[in-house]
């Protein structure tokens, strides 16, 4: 009988620390705490990343990569490379620290939020401008290994680098500044320094956008110089 009653004593020992080694890790306040401020910290980084894009948050959730217990510790900084911005979930460290011990953590955050994006609504063809006859905006959700939109007010200003499908979100790999200035166009150009202020005209030896810098002939002289593009058919001497 004293034999029985000791092998149902130890296995009631072996099946408690079983459940204990099995058992969930209580969440402290502290670690509710330490998730609130990096689910702070991440939010901000995506309302920041994509705030020109009208960004909204349905839901986000953060939470150690492994069970730990965070009792005690403090958070110290938060290591998250902006490429987790073309993700809606991914992994990323948290340095945390109690007393002189430091402790480097990994974090897994998932999110669900969406943000408006310039699609085509019909096939845009290499070279042909971004206006509102050939694109809209709609709404995407931020998904996996996603590339920018392009920004949306560039309708007028921009035109397709490459071919873009109709129904294609419009990247900023996918665009380029509209050319404003032909090859061949007379273009007033103007140079000022100190009191020295002159105007001539020139003609565009090629094809610019605004900001860029095209090689043009003097129409006074035939003197090649290089001209930058200020607007339609104005430059500056450079």
């Given at each position: 009988m004293r034999i029985l009653f000791f092998l149902l004593f130890f296995n009631f020992i072996f099946a408690e620390a079983i459940l204990d080694n099995n058992a969930t890790i209580p969440v402290s306040q502290n670690q509710k705490a330490i998730i609130s401020q990096i689910e702070s910290f991440i939010k901000n980084k995506f309302i920041e990343a994509y705030k020109p894009y009208n960004i909204v948050?349905?839901?986000?959730?953060?939470?150690?990569?492994?069970?730990?217990?965070?009792?005690?510790?403090?958070?110290d900084k938060i290591i998250f490379d902006d490429k987790l911005l073309r993700r809606e979930s991914g992994n990323f460290e948290v340095h945390l620290y109690h007393n002189q011990k430091r402790q480097n953590i990994f974090f897994s955050f998932n999110i669900n939020a969406?943000?408006?994006?310039?699609?085509?609504?019909?096939?845009?063809?290499?070279?042909?401008?971004?206006?509102?006859?050939?694109?809209?905006?709609?709404?995407?959700?931020?998904?996996?290994?996603?590339?920018?939109?392009?920004?949306?007010?560039?309708?007028?200003?921009?035109?397709?680098?490459?071919?873009?499908?109709?129904?294609?979100?419009?990247?900023?790999?996918?665009?380029?500044?509209?050319?404003?200035?032909?090859?061949?166009?007379?273009?007033?150009?103007?140079?000022?320094?100190?009191?020295?202020?002159?105007?001539?005209?020139?003609?565009?030896?090629?094809s610019g956008a605004i900001g860029e810098i095209i090689k043009a002939q003097s129409l006074q002289g035939d003197r090649v110089v290089n001209i930058k593009i200020l607007g339609v058919k104005k430059a500056e001497l450079q």
């Open positions: 948050i349905h839901n986000i959730e953060i939470s150690p990569a492994i069970p730990i217990n965070l009792n005690k510790l403090k958070l969406s943000i408006d994006a310039l699609s085509a609504s019909s096939n845009i063809k290499t070279g042909e401008v971004i206006t509102n006859n050939n694109s809209n905006i709609t709404q995407i959700h931020i998904d996996k290994n996603m590339q920018f939109p392009a920004s949306l007010n560039i309708v007028d200003e921009y035109s397709a680098k490459s071919f873009i499908p109709s129904g294609a979100i419009i990247t900023k790999a996918k665009i380029t500044p509209k050319i404003i200035v032909q090859k061949g166009d007379i273009v007033e150009v103007f140079y000022s320094d100190d009191n020295i202020n002159i105007t001539f005209n020139a003609e565009a030896l090629k």
